[in-house]
Structure formats: structure tokens, C-alpha cells
């Protein structure tokens, strides 16, 4: 373990939309950043920012303190940490960011302990934008190890421990980021039907605007709609991949998730229309036939 005189050294597996803003901001609060990811071009613009990008998962983990996965789903992060594997060392920090259900998070898990790592279960709430300012809120269970301190301190305005129990933070996940699903969905869904009845979207918004259901994030995706602006904060293909991890934990404990599987639905037509790459606000199209121009 790192002295408090010495840099603390973190491993990024994983540079997409999360993932980049969060190494940089890892590298601008004076911690030493290694950074990988799959299709390599996509992380080299952050040699500007002084992080090192490797060329596999198992150089960019060699000697870090910590290691951050934050990646597509349960099978990208297994892959990177396998392949990582041969330069894993007992005692390491894996903090495991991404959003991948219970179901492969138990897998990790089991990963993390065959080969001695310190396993933080720690999914992130927020958007690229938060993962730009720095203001993510970091929902963590596991061992409270004091070398996660300044990274998430560097990529969160909040952290909220939830317990010592593995899987604690991703249950709790699973339910916040229903919520902000299932809002956009039905938000889009609201907006067509307006647009199919002949009216204006802006007429929503004077409705809606300093009412009690208004809210930053609301006035967000409103605008994304009605400026057909879908550049990604969180993308169509990612909210359909979290209503399945959502269905599949409901399944688990007993109980129904009407509304996450009916956003499922929704974003899967989205997709097949061309819109995964798009913001999840792009479930709007969902409402039209495929060959509609609206």
C-alpha cells in the first residue's frame, strides 16, 4: 500500500463515454493514470491529459493500487480482468464501476477472490456529464479500503456506502436507474402521443415547467426531444441492457417491474430502428412506425 507521500497509481479498464471523463478526472486530482480499452484509438486522445494508455488490460493493471472496470456489461468486464489476470496481484483494489447486475457481479466476485483482490462493488449514478464535472454519486459496498478514497473522491461529488455486503450497491443501482429509465421513457412516449395529436411538444413543457413534476433532468430530455439532439449521455443500447438486469433481479426477489420491462420493449425498437448510439431520450421513436419520418 501506497504511503501518503506516494501517487496512487489506478488501472481504467474501459474509456467510453464514462469511463474517458472519469480517467480524467482520476489525472487531474494527481493521481497516476493507466488506461485501456478495447478499440484503442478511442482512449489515445487522453495522452493529452498525461495518463498512459496501454495496449492490453494486463499492462495497464501491472503495479496499480487500484483498478476501475467500467465497461458495456458482466461479459466485457470478465473478458478485461481475465485477460488482466496474469499481472493481477494479491492485495490489489478492484473497484468494479459498471452497471452488470447480480447475476455476472457474482462472478466477479468469485474472480476477485481467486485471485486475492480487494472486491468494491461501486456502479455509479449519473451521466456523461456528471462523469465530466466530476459529480458522480458512488453507491459502494465492500471494504471501505482507504486507497478508494481520492479516486472516488476524483470522480464523485458523493459517496454512499452502503454496506459491507458485495451486491448491496448494485441492488441499490438497479432501482435508481430504473427510475431515470423508466422517467425518459414515459417522457418520450408522453411527447409522441402530443406530436401524433397535432400539437406542438413545447405545449408540454408550459405545462410541465415549475410544476410539481418538473426537475433539472426532466427539462433535459424534454429539450434533447424537441431539438432532436440525441447526443449520448446514456445510450439506447445501455438503458435496454439495464431493463434487462432490472427484470432479471426483480425475477430473483418475487416481484414485478411492469414499467422497466415496458421501456425494455420500447428501447428495443428504438434500437432496431438505428438509434442505439443515440441518447436513451431516443426512445421517443419508439412511438412511430420504423418508416416514419417524424
Given at each position: 500500500?501506497?504511503?501518503?507521500?506516494?501517487?496512487?497509481?489506478?488501472?481504467?479498464?474501459?474509456?467510453?463515454?464514462?469511463?474517458?471523463?472519469?480517467?480524467?478526472?482520476?489525472?487531474?486530482?494527481?493521481?497516476?493514470?493507466?488506461?485501456?480499452?478495447?478499440?484503442?484509438?478511442?482512449?489515445?486522445?487522453?495522452?493529452?491529459?498525461?495518463?498512459?494508455?496501454?495496449?492490453?488490460?494486463?499492462?495497464?493493471?501491472?503495479?496499480?493500487?487500484?483498478?476501475?472496470?467500467?465497461?458495456?456489461?458482466?461479459?466485457?468486464?470478465?473478458?478485461?480482468?481475465?485477460?488482466?489476470?496474469?499481472?493481477?496481484?494479491?492485495?490489489?483494489?478492484?473497484?468494479?464501476?459498471?452497471?452488470?447486475?447480480?447475476?455476472?457481479?457474482?462472478?466477479?466476485?468469485?474472480?476477485?477472490?481467486?485471485?486475492?483482490?480487494?472486491?468494491?462493488?461501486?456502479?455509479?449514478?449519473?451521466?456523461?456529464?456528471?462523469?465530466?464535472?466530476?459529480?458522480?454519486?458512488?453507491?459502494?459496498?465492500?471494504?471501505?479500503?482507504?486507497?478508494?478514497?481520492?479516486?472516488?473522491?476524483?470522480?464523485?461529488?458523493?459517496?454512499?456506502?452502503?454496506?459491507?455486503?458485495?451486491?448491496?450497491?448494485?441492488?441499490?443501482?438497479?432501482?435508481?436507474?430504473?427510475?431515470?429509465?423508466?422517467?425518459?421513457?414515459?417522457?418520450?412516449?408522453?411527447?409522441?402521443?402530443?406530436?401524433?395529436?397535432?400539437?406542438?411538444?413545447?405545449?408540454?413543457?408550459?405545462?410541465?415547467?415549475?410544476?410539481?413534476?418538473?426537475?433539472?433532468?426532466?427539462?433535459?430530455?424534454?429539450?434533447?426531444?424537441?431539438?432532436?439532439d440525441y447526443t449520448p449521455s446514456f445510450t439506447v443500447r445501455n438503458a435496454e441492457k439495464d431493463t434487462r438486469l432490472i427484470a432479471e433481479a426483480a425475477s430473483g426477489a418475487g416481484v414485478r417491474v411492469d414499467m422497466a420491462v415496458a421501456a425494455g420493449?420500447?428501447?428495443?425498437?428504438?434500437?432496431?430502428?438505428?438509434?442505439?448510439?443515440d441518447d436513451m431520450a431516443a426512445g421517443y421513436f419508439a412511438s412511430f412506425p420504423a418508416d416514419s419520418t417524424t
Amino acid at each position: 500500500m501506497n504511503s501518503e507521500f506516494e501517487m496512487t497509481t489506478v488501472a481504467v479498464l474501459g474509456t467510453g463515454i464514462m469511463g474517458a471523463p472519469m480517467a480524467r478526472n482520476l489525472a487531474k486530482n494527481g493521481l497516476q493514470v493507466r488506461a485501456w480499452n478495447r478499440t484503442r484509438d478511442k482512449a489515445l486522445p487522453l495522452q493529452a491529459d498525461g495518463i498512459t494508455v496501454c495496449s492490453d488490460p494486463a499492462e495497464a493493471v501491472t503495479g496499480a493500487d487500484v483498478v476501475i472496470t467500467m465497461l458495456s456489461d458482466g461479459d466485457a468486464v470478465r473478458a478485461a480482468m481475465s485477460a488482466a489476470a496474469p499481472a493481477l496481484a494479491a492485495g490489489q483494489v478492484w473497484a468494479q464501476m459498471s452497471t452488470v447486475g447480480l447475476v455476472a457481479l457474482d462472478r466477479l466476485a468469485a474472480l476477485a477472490q481467486a485471485h486475492g483482490l480487494v472486491f468494491v462493488d461501486a456502479p455509479v449514478q449519473g451521466t456523461r456529464q456528471p462523469a465530466e464535472a466530476g459529480t458522480l454519486v458512488v453507491l459502494a459496498a465492500g471494504p471501505a479500503d482507504e486507497r478508494l478514497e481520492p479516486v472516488f473522491s476524483a470522480v464523485g461529488g458523493r459517496t454512499i456506502w452502503v454496506g459491507e455486503e458485495v451486491g448491496a450497491a448494485t441492488r441499490l443501482k438497479l432501482t435508481t436507474v430504473g427510475y431515470a429509465i423508466t422517467l425518459t421513457a414515459v417522457l418520450a412516449e408522453s411527447l409522441a402521443l402530443l406530436r401524433a395529436l397535432g400539437l406542438d411538444p413545447s405545449l408540454f413543457a408550459e405545462v410541465v415547467t415549475g410544476s410539481p413534476l418538473d426537475s433539472g433532468y426532466v427539462q433535459a430530455k424534454m429539450k434533447s426531444i424537441r431539438d432532436g439532439d440525441y447526443t449520448p449521455s446514456f445510450t439506447v443500447r445501455n438503458a435496454e441492457k439495464d431493463t434487462r438486469l432490472i427484470a432479471e433481479a426483480a425475477s430473483g426477489a418475487g416481484v414485478r417491474v411492469d414499467m422497466a420491462v415496458a421501456a425494455g420493449e420500447r428501447f428495443r425498437r428504438a434500437e432496431a430502428e438505428g438509434h442505439g448510439d443515440d441518447d436513451m431520450a431516443a426512445g421517443y421513436f419508439a412511438s412511430f412506425p420504423a418508416d416514419s419520418t417524424t
